[in-house]
Structures are given as structure tokens and as C-alpha cells.
């Protein structure tokens, strides 16, 4: 049976002994007064939720999976699910970071993105009820109507409904020009009702009994809308309408039709879903769907990264204490063991690179995940409009790294994870399988890694021809500058300093080339987004090396800051240095791609 420990000790040395996000939060009014102490004790309460009330149900809930009632369209989730969404809403967990305005507690969005991964180390199949919500109650705030917000958003900031992201079609899913779905108006009825009819699949969370509505954010097409991703609009369809006194009304004919058979979050039920002229209401403007989605898609893509943040360390935890108890061979310099008949698997150095690689990609994730949280609270509420763009710019920069770089980490760690196991990672029971299993859905969806480097690097990078990761690399410069005298600092500021440089020169000749042949953003983009992810991650471990360092050297005596240094001198020696392999193969042209009619004939 598999165990969770919230990582709190290393999320408070990130909060607030790298980053000193208190200082930043301070300068946003909202925030004024919020100080470290409660902001600890928020998320040591959330990380007794998510590993005394979520975590205990991950294993049977993967096992029962969710059950669909064919003839009346209701969900069943497995047992324990629905009561477990009644104690985080009566817990107002729901409301964290919601605006006071609707009920909401109003602490950062930092604060909510740490519990959250806590919450997917305990069971990502059941966070995502919940995590969907939050995103749509994010859709609804920046682009509702009043009377929209009025209606949905209390309900869904306490958690009382849930939400839901409706976009995949059967024949469409990142191309959502092509989607079918239609929204026709009413006649008769208030203005920006329409009719929505058609077919949704891969609906996360898109049918259930936890909660008694759910609000599903449909894009559809308008009678006279244009062809392409220009013609979509953005509808609100509620399972139950609503009547004007906030009760529930009539059953909207918005019915999940089928339950997805699939490889991992099998607690989660991933729906078909078929709307026959359900009522909705537009959100935003006509035509323009796309914007207000991707309010909701962006705030997704940072929670997927937040998943296998999640995956990997509770993946990393479960392993490191089996290995430290599983007896095999001995080691090569001779017995470490005496007293026991072997020694445990702990003492093989490549079972200790598979840990230090998960150790490394959970560390250097939650860094670079806070970082961006923070980012994003300084982008929606800094009073300063110059620090509120460059922080804009960044999360733009820096978000299809946290979905794409985490992820492909996250399946890499978990995959080490079962490993170190052994032929016992392979059966459900240890419970590592399954992470395995769920971490692999994470590189799919919200915009598949390939369409996350591409956004990357076509969009992020080369339209505004590197301006937005100048940005960044001024803090690294500004890093470089600071510690580069240092010699305790120069296996960790080295390369990081060797990387920057080579990004630069990387990126011209990437653009250059693209230039020439827009197929070589496409061959290149992978690759590239992998270096951009390990020159992040490079800058953070720095930073989180030279705090340890000088704790140490203040006679600091806890171990975990000696762990620190370890862990981001293996990253630095062992991980990093496959941006050498990873530049060259980007270098090497799309010819080697695309002149292959033959061989894939």
C-alpha cells in the first residue's frame, strides 16, 4: 500500500528562503497583510486533507473505477469519492484563492497551486473534480457576464457545483478549427441564448455525483460564424438549469453518453458527452471563444504540470523507502549490511541515480512551478502596470514548459520509480503502476507536448524574435553576475552560465532557419523546449544551491540543506548535460524528418 508525505519542508525553503515570496505578495493590496506564518499553516492543512482524506482512496479508486447508468446518463465515482468532495467543500478548501467578492478566501494563487500539489501527490484521479472547477470559475471571472457571475460563480467558488472544459470533438482535438458543435440562437429568449448541439469526448470530470450541478464550458459555432478557429464562441451550459431564485430547474439535455476505457485516472470519469439543443449562454463576445478559453486552458496546463509534480514525488517517496528497506546482493565495494544476509538495493549506485533523478525533477519542478504562481498573482493584481506585463510575459513564456517539461519529467521519474522496485513495481498492489499509468495522460492532454513546444518556440520565442526569454535571462544574468565570483557556487553557476550563452546563438540559428523553411520550427521544437526546461531548472537549482551553501557556512546544521547541495550537484552532473545531445539533434535540420517518403511508405 503506497504512502504520501506533503513535501512541506522543501515548499517552505522554496517559498520562502529562495523565492521570499511573502515580500512580492506584500506589494499586491490584497495581500498586504498575509505573512509566512499563514501561509505554512494553510498548506500544512491542506497536506493533512490530501494525505489523511484523498490519498487513502487513489488505490481502491483506481481498482473500481467510475460506473455509468446508460439509461438515465448518471455517474457513479468510486466509493469514498463523493464524500471525501463534501469534506474539502465543507473544509472551504474550494475557496482558497477565490475572490472574496463571490465567498471566496482571497489568499494567492500560489497558495492554492501548492495545495493542489499536494493534492495530485494523493490522488490525481480525484483532484481533478475539483481542479477543473477552479479553472472554469477562472473563465467565468475574467469573461462572465454579470448575471453569469452572479448565478455560477458563489456556487462554484464554494465547491457546491463543479466545472467542466468542453472543447475535443470525435474528428477534432488541439485543431479546434475544425469543431462542429452548433449554437443557435432562441428566439424569444434573453438575449445570448442559444441552443448548443453536438458531441463532446474526453470530457475530464464530465459527468459525476459529487456535486448536484455541473457548469460545462462549451465552444461552439454560431450560425454565421467564420471558418477556423476565428469562428468559435464560447457557451455556458449547466447540467440542471437554473431558475431566477438559484434553485435548480429542468434537466438541460446535456447527457454523458459514454465513459472513456482507458489506461490510467480511472477515478476520474472521462466523458462522452452529447449536447441536443442544451440551453447556454455566451460568455464573452461573439466569435471569440478561443480568448476566454484560454483563460481556462492556460490555468489547465499549469495544473497538468502541477500533476506529475504531484506523481513524481509521491512516485520518488514510495521508492526511496522501499529501496532502503528491499534486500538484494551485495554492493561492489563489499558488504554495507553485515548484519543481513544482503544488502538493501539502496547501496547500488544506479538504483540512486533512478532516485536522485526523481529528487530532482520533483525539486526543480516545485520551484519552477512557485516561481510561476507567484508570477501570476504579481500579472493579475500588482499595482504596478510594468511589473504586471513583465510578469505576464514570463508565465506566457514559462507555462508550456511547466505542462510540457514536467510531464515528460514526471512519466521519466515514474517509470525509475517502478523500476526500483522491481518485478513488485509491476503488480497493482505496491501501488506504483498506477502512477505510471496516470502520469502517461499527462503529456496528452491540454495540448500535447509536441503542440506545447511549438507554442514555445514559434510563438513565445521567435514572433517576438527572443524578447520575452531576454526577459528571463536577465535574471539569470543578474544570478550569473552575483555568484560568479564565488568559488563555492562554480559547478552550479558554470554551466548555467555556458547554457545562457548558447541559447542565445541557438535560437538565432533556429530562427534563421525557420526563416527560410517553416518546417524547421517543427523539427527543432521538441529538442528545444527540453533546453529551455533544463536552463530554467539549471537557474533555479543555482539559486537553491547558493541558499543551502550559505546556511551551511552560517553552521546551519540540517541535513536537508546538505541534501539540497547533493541533489543539484547530481542534477547539474548528470541530468543537465544532456542539452549538449539535445542542441545537436535540433541542429541537425528537418530534412532528416521530412526526405523519408520511403521509409515510411
Not at 450560425?223 to 457557451?235: T, Y
Not at 459514454?258 to 449536447?275: D, V
Not at 521508492?319 to 534486500?327: C, N, P
Amino acid at each position: 500500500m503506497p504512502s504520501y508525505t506533503p513535501p512541506l519542508r522543501d515548499m517552505q525553503f522554496v517559498l520562502h528562503e529562495v523565492l521570499n515570496v511573502i515580500e512580492d505578495l506584500n506589494a499586491i493590496p490584497q495581500h498586504a497583510d498575509l505573512d509566512a506564518d499563514t501561509l505554512n499553516a494553510v498548506l500544512e492543512e491542506g497536506g493533512k486533507f490530501a494525505s489523511e482524506v484523498t490519498q487513502p482512496l487513489n488505490l481502491s479508486g483506481d481498482s473500481e473505477g467510475c460506473t455509468l447508468d446508460k439509461t438515465t446518463h448518471e455517474v457513479t465515482t468510486p466509493k469514498g469519492f463523493k464524500e471525501a468532495y463534501a469534506q474539502y467543500v465543507e473544509g472551504g478548501w474550494a475557496a482558497l484563492s477565490c475572490d472574496p467578492e463571490y465567498g471566496g478566501q482571497g489568499l494567492p494563487f500560489v497558495a492554492n497551486q501548492c495545495f493542489y500539489e499536494m493534492l495530485n501527490g494523493a490522488n490525481q484521479a480525484w483532484t481533478m473534480y475539483p481542479g477543473l472547477s477552479h479553472g472554469a470559475y477562472e473563465a467565468l471571472h475574467a469573461h462572465g457576464t454579470d448575471e453569469q457571475k452572479k448565478t455560477f460563480l458563489p456556487k462554484l467558488t464554494s465547491g457546491e457545483w463543479t466545472g467542466t472544459m468542453c472543447l475535443t470533438e470525435p474528428h477534432c482535438g488541439t485543431d479546434l478549427g475544425l469543431l462542429r458543435t452548433k449554437a443557435e440562437p432562441v428566439a424569444g429568449a434573453p438575449e445570448g441564448t442559444y441552443k448548443i448541439t453536438g458531441n463532446k469526448i474526453f470530457i475530464s470530470a464530465g459527468e459525476h455525483d459529487m456535486a448536484p450541478n455541473i457548469v460545462h464550458l462549451v465552444l461552439a459555432r454560431l450560425p454565421d460564424a467564420p471558418k477556423g478557429s476565428k469562428g468559435i464562441s464560447l457557451f455556458l451550459v449547466p447540467k440542471f438549469l437554473v431558475n431566477a431564485d438559484g434553485s435548480l430547474g429542468a434537466r438541460n439535455p446535456v447527457f454523458c453518453t459514454g465513459l472513456e476505457h482507458k489506461m490510467g485516472i480511472h477515478g476520474n470519469a472521462t466523458a462522452q458527452i452529447a449536447l441536443d439543443g442544451a440551453v447556454g449562454t455566451l460568455v464573452g463576445e461573439p466569435n471569440k471563444g478561443l480568448q476566454a478559453m484560454f483563460v481556462m486552458m492556460n490555468a489547465a496546463r499549469l495544473g497538468v504540470g502541477n500533476q506529475s509534480l504531484g506523481l513524481t514525488e509521491v512516485a520518488y517517496q514510495n521508492a526511496l523507502a522501499y529501496a532502503k528497506e528491499r534486500l538484494q546482493m551485495r554492493s561492489l565495494s563489499g558488504p554495507k549490511a553485515k548484519d543481513q544476509p544482503a544488502d538493501p538495493i539502496i547501496v547500488h549506485p544506479d538504483v540512486r541515480k533512478m532516485l536522485l533523478t526523481a529528487k530532482a525533477y520533483a525539486e526543480g519542478g516545485r520551484a519552477m512551478s512557485i516561481y510561476c504562481a507567484v508570477m501570476l498573482d504579481k500579472a493579475l493584481h500588482h499595482p504596478d502596470e510594468k511589473v504586471r506585463k513583465d510578469s505576464e510575459d514570463v508565465v506566457a513564456l514559462l507555462t508550456p514548459i511547466v505542462k510540457a517539461f514536467i510531464t515528460d519529467n514526471g512519466f521519466a521519474a515514474t517509470n525509475h520509480a517502478m523500476q526500483v522496485f522491481g518485478g513488485h513495481g509491476y503488480i497493482h498492489e505496491t501501488g506504483v503502476e498506477q502512477y505510471v499509468r496516470d502520469a502517461r495522460i499527462n503529456m496528452i492532454y491540454e495540448g500535447t507536448n509536441t503542440v506545447q513546444s511549438l507554442d514555445l518556440l514559434g510563438r513565445k520565442v521567435l514572433a517576438n524574435q527572443g524578447a520575452t526569454l531576454r526577459k528571463f535571462g536577465k535574471q539569470i544574468e543578474a544570478l550569473i553576475a552575483e555568484e560568479g565570483v564565488n568559488e563555492k557556487m562554480a559547478e552550479f553557476i558554470n554551466p548555467l552560465a555556458v547554457l545562457a550563452d548558447q541559447m542565445t546563438k541557438f535560437t538565432t540559428e533556429i530562427g534563421f532557419k525557420a526563416f527560410a523553411n517553416p518546417d524547421e520550427v517543427g523539427g527543432a521544437s521538441v529538442d528545444y523546449l527540453r533546453v529551455a526546461g533544463h536552463l530554467v531548472f539549471a537557474y533555479f537549482f543555482a539559486r537553491m544551491a547558493s541558499v543551502a551553501l550559505k546556511k551551511i557556512a552560517s553552521g546551519d546544521t540540517d541535513p536537508f540543506y546538505l541534501a539540497k547541495v547533493q541533489t543539484a550537484r547530481f542534477y547539474f552532473a548528470r541530468l543537465f548535460p544532456e542539452t549538449a545531445s539535445l542542441m545537436r539533434t535540433a541542429r541537425s535540420g528537418v530534412a532528416n524528418l521530412l526526405d523519408t517518403d520511403a521509409a515510411l511508405a
